[in-house]
């Protein structure tokens, strides 16, 4: 019985041994502000759970020093020994440890790195992800003792490319060429200003070839990753320019009609989207993520009945005068816009990513490519092979393009013209906001979001040809891929004027555009 009291008496004293160094804590209680930072990286690379109580306290404000650089962790009027853990009266004389930005930095990087080691694999991975960015040769020890333990694969080599950042200013040559040597891989940005000045400044030269390789390497990744990231953004941006202007294609393309509220017909169906997210939010909030099945068809509805009353209205008095049907929908433009302010109020409203439209998937090491985006691009597709199947496989295809054609000899053989416009110029603005849909989900719905893709939209149906379907999706994918391209190199203002006066110009050359209409229409 005294053997066993014995062991484990023993065995409680090997516990409440020091669990952090006094040696590493001491310089905390001091006035070198290098040598407090040093002590931050010693003890977060501890990485157990001392250390990262020591650490939260540290920067909840709650480690004080004695006079004699002693540092306890106060808590409910009682100070724990922040070396052995052990409970007791408050020490006199105790002093707040003063926390500057500067080592504030450094408990947020040592918490940040302490997340590799939890066992939840999305916080491991978040935190190495985030590593990537800032890691420094004072967290080396604690990614290395995270190598060590990650089983995960493709956490571990991310792993390896961030043990090997941290060793970029380590003091030995041999060390800093073998993390020179193993970043040959990486695809980080953040890496070009320390290579570009290891490669020009470094004293030993094998470091120094080593970075001009690994620049090589990695200047020559980014340049295909900028490249397929211009090619997938131009895309996306090119099916948001489809979609405004696939509406026009058809109310100016086939019916001649200058809409200049054709950009209030994009921000009716946005409206109409949050409208839909608010009733799902107030009386099914548990289906909130499926807003959008409900704002699509709702969107198409409204705004189509927006434009029949429009082409009923006004639009109907004013065929083949092109002039007053500018000005009369330029006016109704503005009323449009005024009513919107009036009922919604002239500040933006929000309209949220259903869960499954958020975030989005890494390609290439560093590309994000939006999930919000993807969904777009495919949205579109949908848009367009449901646009063609109607005017090409439908009745009442059949007669729009019939009238579009030659409208007495339609009305001749029973074609009512006068209800083939107003479904037509229904269908048009109807296609209009299922476009203010996607709108929706890329930014913020005001009563101005129309008049950022009008004066676009009129570009992409000219450019492609009035009247043309296939026209108008390569003019749109076109013009989406300039703008990405043009932007890095002249910015978006001169992008966006290069393109304007390529397009006045190829015009003047090619008035029917890309696809020129045939038949007794292009006479």
């Known amino acids: 019985m005294k053997k066993l009291l014995f062991l484990a008496c023993l065995l409680f004293a090997c516990v409440a041994r020091a669990a952090i160094d006094p040696a590493v804590l001491a310089p905390l209680a001091g006035d070198d502000p290098d040598a407090r930072v040093d002590a931050i990286g010693k003890i977060g690379a501890l990485a157990n759970d001392e250390a990262t109580r020591f650490l939260t306290a540290l920067q909840q404000g709650d480690v004080y020093a004695t006079p004699e650089g002693k540092l306890y962790i106060v808590a409910d009027d009682q100070a724990i020994d922040a070396a052995t853990g052990v409970a007791g009266a408050m020490p006199e004389g105790l002093d707040g440890v003063m926390i500057n930005n500067r080592l504030r930095g450094a408990i947020d990087d040592a918490m940040s790195a302490l997340k590799m080691f939890s066992p939840d694999r999305a916080q491991r991975l978040a935190a190495v992800t985030e ?43 041999a060390q800093r060429r073998a993390a020179v040597e193993v970043l040959v891989d990486s695809s980080n940005a953040n890496l070009r200003p320390t290579l570009q000045t290891m490669q020009a400044e470094d004293p030993d030269q094998s470091v120094r070839i080593a970075a001009t390789k690994t620049l090589q390497a990695l200047d020559s990744r980014l340049a295909r990753t900028e490249f397929i990231g211009n090619l997938f953004y131009g895309i996306s941006l090119g099916s948001v320019l489809l979609l405004a202007a696939l509406g026009l294609a058809i109310t100016f393309g086939l019916m001649g009609i200058i809409n200049m509220a054709h950009g209030e017909l994009l921000m009716i169906g946005a409206y109409t989207t949050y409208l839909c997210q608010l009733a799902f939010r107030r009386w099914m909030p548990d289906a909130l993520d499926w807003y959008l099945a409900a704002a699509l068809p709702a969107a198409f509805i409204v705004t189509a009945l927006v434009g029949v009353a429009l082409e009923r209205t006004v639009i109907r008095w004013l065929y083949g005068r092109p002039l007053e049907t500018l000005l009369a929908t330029w006016g109704i433009s503005l009323i449009l816009m005024q009513t919107v302010r009036t009922i919604f109020g002239a500040q933006n ?61 339609a009305g001749c053989v029973g074609v009512s013209t006068a209800r083939i416009d107003m479904m037509t110029f229904g269908l048009g603005s109807g296609i209009a906001g299922l476009g203010g849909v996607a709108l929706s989900q890329l930014g913020n719905v005001g009563p101005d979001l129309g008049q950022s893709y009008i004066v676009d939209s009129f570009m992409v149906v000219v450019l492609g040809g009035v009247g043309q379907l296939a026209g108008t999706v390569i003019a749109a994918l076109g013009l989406g891929e300039a703008n990405k391209f043009l932007e890095p190199v002249a910015g978006a203002v001169l992008a966006k004027i290069a393109i304007l006066v390529f397009i006045i110009i190829f015009i003047q050359k090619r008035p029917q555009g890309l696809f020129a209409m045939k038949g007794r229409s292009a006479e």
């Open 349 to 409: 409203v929000e309209v949220a990513n259903p869960a499954w439209m958020s975030g989005g998937v890494t390609v290439l090491g560093s590309l994000v490519l939006a999930y919000n985006r993807i969904a777009i691009i495919i949205f579109a597709a949908l848009v367009v092979v449901g646009v063609w199947l109607i005017l090409n496989k439908t009745r009442l295809g059949l007669f729009v393009r019939a009238v579009m054609q030659n409208r007495r000899m």
């Open 131 to 173: 590593l990537q960015k800032s890691a420094t040769l004072a967290q080396a020890p604690l990614i290395e003792k995270a190598l060590g333990k990650e089983t995960d694969a493709e956490i571990r080599g991310m792993l390896r490319l961030v043990a090997a950042t941290a060793n970029l200013h380590a003091p030995q040559a």
